[in-house]
């Protein structure tokens, strides 16, 4: 969430989940904590890119001199998690592939403290439509990605993805739809009987890669947000991009999405991804879950486009 100050939310400092976050918004507080880390800066100003409540907070810090910095709070004990994660990626991308640089973490707060990462953001799926060659190198640093060893990062099959994405369930969405609920079952039924027919290739897997996790830097890529870190089959990750720029950019979203394959392919040494059928399929469930909570303008019919779309995929 370092790619601009103007998606900012504006709650209130008060989260019972977050006990710390008063203290980390207020000024002086927090340039005591952070002298302790960059040294004396003075005081910045602190600024709440994103809130979760009950969940995380995520803080913009600038100083008089133009130095950034970002925390991100956590309830209970995740920030030491996160920090291992972020730890491991620091030592495993050194090359043109990297995470933002872990500066901090207090355990008695719940927060880790990253280094802003330099570069312009991918702000959208127009972005990867509109820059020549940037879906094929968001494939390659996709699959240098894949490539690292993260140890603290826990695996998740798809019935964990299901889980943890679809909130608040299948159950739940067809009982509130009856008249897609059929298709839904049986699509959701599908997926799974798929999966269970599929080896599995589990690799380290962002859980949510999209363009605004991403920033490029002359020849650098930045990976972001990597709280859904985990152990998943490759085909998790390049099917949510690949569905992303179907979803948004209809043919020629496809055809990027070809691209982006490619080039991952080729960086990966991979032959074809058997599982990446179905994960696009759930990939499509996900996005229908999504646009039922959300319900923005045309939700019904997009929702039942992804269904459909999901239902072909298989």
Known sequence: MQDSFARTSDPAPQDAALPGLAGALDPARAGAWLGALLGDRGTPVAQVLKHVRGKRCVLAYTFADGTRVVGKMYRKD???????????????????????????????????????????????????????????????????????????????????QMRRTCHPGIEALAAALPELAP???????????????????????????????????????????????????????????????EAHLGDAGRALGDRFLAAYAAQSGTGELPALPHYEAFCYVRRAMILWRKQPLGWRQDLALCLERGTARL
Not at 194 to 219: E, I, K, M, N, W
Not at 222 to 230: H, Q
């Open 78 to 160: 995740r920030a030491a998690r996160h920090a291992a994660v972020l730890r491991e990626m620091n030592a495993a991308l050194a090359g043109d592939t990297r995470a933002p640089k872990l500066l901090g973490c207090w355990d008695d707060l719940g927060m880790i403290v990253e280094a802003w990462v330099p570069g312009a953001p991918v702000r959208g799926w127009d972005d990867v439509r509109e820059t020549p060659g940037l879906a094929e190198r968001l494939g390659r640093a996709l699959a240098t990605l894949h490539a690292t060893h993260v140890p603290a990062a826990r695996h998740a099959d798809l019935e964990a």
């Open 183 to 245: 298709r839904l079952r049986a699509l959701v039924a599908a997926i799974f009987a798929r999966d269970s027919q599929v080896a599995a290739s589990p690799v380290t897997s962002h859980g949510d890669f999209a363009p605004t996790q991403l920033f490029v830097d002359a020849g650098t890529v930045y990976v972001l947000d990597l709280d859904g870190l985990c152990v998943a089959d490759r085909a998790l990750d390049v099917a949510n991009f690949r569905v992303g720029l």
